[in-house]
């Protein structure tokens, strides 16, 4: 596992969260996500720590061509997006109530070749995971998914039944509270963790 860590600047604010559309340049493609505070909340604006993910991911530092990978608490895409642009087979999850909004996300910023590449799945962590194969992803990302202790639980629960012992998992977050370092702490019990160097 790796974390992505990042330092907040001036053009990270909270104004952008109120805009309706969010404006990117990745994998030599234009990327507009739809965003919609009023309706879904956090689910529905494009948080900080996935644009440092999909840089990650841009910089190449893992493999995505025929990888297969899954995005957790994916709400706009943005991540699950860029890692299909660049060649992953990506599944893109969310709680119920998220999917519509994630899917037409997905929709109109994949190419109809890459489409098929991207599919939009139902996950609530430590829910239904037998809807899941155990071990079957190659790559797990996750993009400001720690920020609910009480999920905690249920996450590390997730991340357990997704990861196959090659597995690699990568987390985007800012590193907020002493409950975010409490996860850190779970996940190293069960996970060999290291910052990833940007």
Not at 117 to 142: C, H, M, Y
């Amino acid at each position: 596992m790796a974390l992505v860590p990042y330092t907040e600047t001036a053009e990270m604010g909270l104004q952008r969260f109120h805009k309706p559309l969010a404006t990117f340049s990745f994998a030599n493609h234009t990327i507009q996500i739809r965003q919609d505070w009023k309706q879904l909340g956090v689910a529905a604006v494009v948080w900080d720590a996935a644009v440092v993910l999909a840089t990650y991911l841009e910089m190449g530092t893992v493999e995505l061509r025929g990888c297969s990978a899954v995005e957790l608490g994916a709400g706009t895409g943005l991540v699950g997006i860029v890692a299909a642009l660049l060649g992953a087979h990506v599944t893109i999850t969310d709680r119920k109530v998220a999917l519509e909004f994630l899917k037409s996300n997905v929709q109109a910023n994949l190419p109809p070749h890459i489409q098929p590449k991207a599919v939009v799945k139902e996950l609530t962590w430590g829910q239904n995971l037998g809807r899941f194969s155990p071990g079957e992803f190659d790559l797990i990302l996750g993009a400001d998914i720690i920020y609910l202790e009480e999920t905690f639980t249920d996450l590390l629960q997730t991340l357990e039944h997704l990861c196959s012992n090659h597995s690699v998992v990568l987390l985007a977050c800012r590193i907020r509270y002493e409950r975010d370092y409490n996860f850190l702490a779970m996940l190293e019990r069960q996970f060999t963790a290291f910052p990833a160097s940007s």
